[in-house]
């Protein structure tokens, strides 16, 4: 096998060819596959580009190359331009005459049936076996526009000119890159790259991205993502982005997405897809947005608030304007959002009365008509600016920024580099005011709901950090443990569980149980996992006879309701009362790895979906902040004078249950606790149900 290209060589090779081959280049302008030579051309691309098409001399009146073996030397990178049906020997060309990066406009891989997999896997071999480096299937190709490289056959980059920035784009869709070009020239917002990643079949995301990390012309990343795919590998990058204080903003679809229901726990009910994505992106200290007029704005916000200052703190921002109802459309989309809007400190009301401004102690300094004078903003910025009470300022100007912009923003941009983030909402329809912001580094919104939509998702992330879990793959066979053996997993981490004993069903007469009465009674199986649904459980058995009627009935219910199934094994356990109960649940997601999850507990868990998800595992300041996120926790901290619960012992459990991921024998899919008991405060907490499921070795 040869060395696999990565890092600054993949980004030289990737994005700074030397040289590029276009297979399938065509001579037909009015296809796609002459769109890249022609892009290269307009954008005056300086390396050699090698256009190969076997039936041609002549390209666009270039000349055209028969094969990839007439060409006098190899090339940095080739972009493959035929159809689906001929990648695989284009590709496998590539790689035998040792280019080392190659992008695929094609598709019909993975997404197409069993046909397009077995050309995915073919496409793998290669890569495994020769150290090639695909960016694609379907991608529509790779732009770095520092080094003029239009390496691609996006329509959107016929435009005449299209500046270079400092923001790089990696997005699944390629239509969508075509979709913030345009959007940017409208904005003066502008790129230093762009990917169109595809598939992911080989190059991830992650690693396109962590490859730029020390290319200084690259200030921040933007990413359109349909999904989670190698999430080691994007949670990396973004560990590494924000050492290096590069912000990075997501836009996500799948938000609407019904939950992927796990049939063997609540845990995956609770957890959909897009739930964990959105735990899995906050984790990675990456600003998730909901708009895409956010997702184009956002990033100058993400610059001025570095995820260290926002993680783990309520967060309060202030609102400053001319024009009062502009002012409370951004106070409502912030309140939606559950960010808090705070109006000035008696003390900060005395500074602005000093300057000779004087507003009305209310959520929205409001300056009126009178304030849009130069010296009036300028003076009321510099001291909200400085006011201890703000986290974040936003400034919300009038119709004057339509009709006097210069005058309208001077005195934000004065203020840009002031001790306070400063973001604005532009009321009117105002291009050249938004222009000047944008190139004076202010973060800027076009709309009350890109605004709100923005600084909620700085304000949600949280302080990445490295993965310590264990490099597991899901796949294959997986079996579940009955209800003792999970208990015995749950003792090797720590975490204690209420007194239990297997009894055999069919014996008559029994020894006295090592626990007094009251009792629990519940079908033992590794195959009945729900046991209520099933008539498996019986509560509050109060003596021997008692204990001989519930093995009896939950023998007949079962053969009632899962024929087939063996009932011949109880577990008796002793009655517990807690302060309250809570869900505790550990997960080996597909997409983003092993989480866990803190809900309240109970049979109505998944009604009321109060629950809080991390990246496992976790530490004990994680798991606090857990707790006071899942709003039913409130009874447990002595709400109305009701007992208080053990909150430090349910903390420790959280951690305890999320090293599981650190655990690769065996290898646990997915573990569950529900109820836990949550004792009196210095009691401790107690399991008295587990769910656990194991790879198959």
């Not at 006011?387 to 919300?396: G, K, N, Q, S, Y």
């Not at 076009?446 to 709100?452: H, I, L, V």
């Not at 002595?638 to 903390?651: Q, T």
């Amino acid at each position: 096998m040869s060395t696999v290209l990565s890092g600054a060589a993949l980004r030289q090779k990737l994005l700074s060819p030397r040289s590029v081959a276009l297979i399938g280049a065509s001579d037909d302008k009015s296809k796609t596959a002459a769109r890249p030579l022609r892009f290269l051309r307009q954008a005056g691309y300086a390396g050699t580009i090698y256009p190969i098409n076997p039936r041609r001399d002549t390209v666009s009146g270039e000349r055209a190359w028969r094969s990839l073996e007439a060409l006098p030397e190899i090339p940095d990178h080739a972009y493959v331009l035929s159809p689906t049906e001929t990648v695989i020997e284009a590709v496998a060309e590539c790689a035998r005459i040792g280019i080392p990066v190659v992008t695929i406009l094609a598709s019909g891989f993975g997404e197409a049936g069993a046909e397009g997999a077995q050309r995915e896997k073919e496409l793998r071999r290669i890569c495994a076996e020769t150290g090639l480096r695909i960016v694609g299937p379907s991608s529509l190709g790779v732009v770095n526009l520092h080094d003029r490289l239009l390496l691609t056959a996006n329509a959107a980059f016929a435009e005449p000119e299209v500046p270079a920035g400092n923001i790089f784009v990696a997005s699944h869709s390629g239509s969508m890159i075509g979709a913030l070009v345009s959007r940017g020239l409208s904005r003066g917002i502008d790129f230093a790259g762009l990917v169109s990643v595809g598939n992911e079949l080989d190059l991830s995301i992650g690693e396109i991205c962590a490859s730029t990390l020390d290319d200084p012309a690259i200030a921040g990343y933007l990413l359109f993502l349909e999904t989670i795919r190698k999430s080691e590998q994007l949670r990396a990058f973004a560990w590494a982005a924000a050492e290096r204080g590069k912000p990075v903003l997501a836009y996500k679809l799948g938000r609407s997405a019904e939950a992927a229901e796990l049939a063997v726990s609540h845990t995956g009910a609770l957890a959909g897809e897009d739930d964990v994505a959105d735990a899995f992106l906050r984790d990675c200290g990456i600003a998730r947005v909901e708009t895409l007029e956010a997702a184009l704005e956002g990033l100058p916000l993400l610059a001025r608030l570095p995820v260290s200052q926002a993680a783990g703190r309520r967060m309060r921002v202030g609102v400053v304007t001319t024009t009062a109802g502009g002012a409370a459309m951004v106070v409502d989309q912030l309140a939606i959002r559950h960010v808090a809007v705070e109006g000035p400190s008696p003390e900060t009301l005395a500074r602005l009365a000093a300057q000779d401004i004087h507003v009305a102690p209310e959520r929205i300094v409001d300056l009126t008509l009178a304030g849009t004078k130069y010296e009036t903003v300028k003076r009321a910025l510099d001291v909200l600016l400085t006011a201890p009470e703000f986290d974040l300022v936003v400034a919300v100007p009038g119709s004057s920024a339509r009709f006097e912009p210069n005058s309208t923003v001077r005195p934000l941009i004065e203020c840009a580099n002031a001790g306070k983030p400063l973001a604005a909402f532009i009321v009117p329809d105002a291009p050249q005011a938004l222009k000047q912001l944008t190139q004076a580094g202010i973060p800027n919104f076009r709309t009350p709901e890109a605004c709100g939509d923005a600084i909620a998702a700085a304000f949600a992330r949280r302080k990445p950090r490295a993965s310590t879990a264990a490099a597991t793959s899901l796949g294959g066979e997986s079996r579940c443990l009955n209800e003792l053996d999970a208990y015995v997993l749950l003792e090797q981490l720590g975490i204690p569980h209420a007194p239990a004993v297997a009894l055999d069903a069919k014996v008559g007469t029994r020894e006295p149980l090592p626990f007094p009465y009251p009792v629990a009674v519940k079908i033992l199986s590794e195959h009945i996992q729900h046991k209520t649904d099933v008539g498996g459980v019986v509560l509050n058995v109060s003596d021997d006879a008692a204990l001989a009627e519930a093995v009896r009935q939950i023998g007949k219910n079962i053969e009632e309701s899962s024929p087939g199934t063996a009932a011949d094994r109880v577990v008796v356990q002793q009655m517990a009362k807690g302060v309250g109960e809570v869900l505790i649940g550990y997960r080996l997601d597909a997409q983003a790895g092993p989480i866990v999850m803190l809900a309240s507990g109970g049979v109505l868990t998944e009604i009321y979906r109060d629950r809080a998800l991390r990246l496992a595992p976790v530490d004990l300041e994680t798991a606090r902040q857990m707790i006071v996120e899942v709003k039913s926790m409130a009874v447990l901290s002595g709400y109305r004078g009701r007992p208080a619960g053990d909150l430090d012992a349910l903390a420790e459990a959280i951690v305890s249950l999320s090293q599981l991921a650190a655990k690769s024998d065996p290898v646990v899919l997915e573990a569950e606790i529900n109820p836990l008991l949550v004792m009196e405060n210095g009691k401790g907490v107690l399991a008295v149900d587990a769910v656990v499921r194991l790879a198959a070795p």
